[in-house]
């Protein structure tokens, strides 16, 4: 019988359970794995956008750019017709699918703006997942060397926010750093600004009150491949790209909310990217990501 003293304890222990043995689990599977996406220093960059609207959100600068890129969706598939939950309410459309097959359009359009197409993967994001964990790191590798075998280097997710989509992204992303391809990763809006810019990113007066970076290491913190936190290149978009990302952003109607739009639409927030280039580290000191 449970002491009516402690009735948290039982609870409690069982989330702590349930990290252990996730942790387990994970430990297993990546000492198993091994990447069928190649390293080619001949191929173009691959951009991995968790979902439909990161590419645009947090890499205008590479899109915007000449470079050849390869931008993938990785969890764009279509989930099964015949559920509408509150997004769906809200925007007025019939069901999940329906949704799922608006915002690839409108991702589309955003990414025209650049002159980009992405290829979409079929595997649904965590919210059409039925156990979204059971996802790993194989199914991901998959689908992804079977639609783009190689890469010269992969832009991936910070993970800043913890989205599980995100998190599982950045741990494919670090594995394949161990596998020897170059890797770097992005800071993610909104998440990234909840506290606002650092002041080391947008050039304002420190605040003494607030500490972003803080907000941001703990996130990172179990990335040791993560150089210093400062050492980030910190792009500062001029007047006409960050007009045409804004342009880009007012697409994802379906994505982000009425919200979310007006705050991205602050020249002062959407203008700054910030990404990472990860430091190699030997296979066997790879560290957990949550």
């Known amino acids: 019988m449970m002491n009516p003293a402690r009735p948290g304890v039982l609870p409690a ?15 297993r599977e990546e000492s198993r794995f091994q990447p ?15 979902h439909l609207d990161d590419a645009v959100l947090d890499c205008w600068s590479l899109l ?20 509408r939950g509150v997004w769906e309410a ?9 949704r799922a097959r608006m915002r690839i359009a409108e991702d589309a359009r955003a990414l025209a703006c650049a002159g980009r197409q992405a ?15 059971a996802l790993g790191l194989a199914d991901l590798d ?35 750093l161990a596998a020897g391809m170059p890797v770097t990763l992005y800071a993610e809006l909104p998440y990234c600004i909840f506290h606002g810019w650092p002041a080391w990113v947008d050039g304002r007066e420190p605040e003494p009150s607030r500490d972003i970076d803080a907000y941001w290491l703990s996130f990172l913190e179990r990335v040791p491949e993560m150089p210093a936190l400062r050492s980030a290149t910190v792009e500062r978009l001029p007047p006409a790209l960050a007009s045409a990302k804004l342009e880009a ?15 991205l639409s602050e ?11 990860l430091l190699e580290q030997a296979r066997g000191s790879v560290t957990l990501s949550p």
């Open 142 to 176: 998959g689908a992804l060397a079977a639609a783009a075998p190689s890469a010269s280097r992969v832009y991936a997710p910070a993970g800043i926010g913890a989205h599980g989509d995100h998190l599982l992204a950045r741990r494919y992303a670090r594995m394949l």
């Open 36 to 50: 069928h996406l190649r390293f080619d220093p001949e191929a173009p960059a691959m951009v991995l956008s968790p």
């Open 64 to 83: 915007s750019s000449d470079r050849e890129l390869t931008v993938v969706n990785l969890f764009a598939g279509v989930p099964a017709p015949g559920h």
């Open 13 to 27: 222990f069982a989330q702590t359970l349930r990290r252990r043995v996730s942790t387990a689990w994970r430990a």
């Open 249 to 263: 952003i007012r697409c994802y109607r379906t994505s982000l909310n009425d919200g979310v739009i007006r705050l």
């Open 90 to 98: 809200a925007l007025g459309v019939s069901d999940s699918a329906e």
């Open 119 to 133: 290829l979409n993967l079929g595997v649904l994001d965590a919210q059409y997942r039925q156990a979204p964990a």
């Open 267 to 277: 020249p002062e927030i959407h203008r700054y990217e910030v990404h990472w280039e």
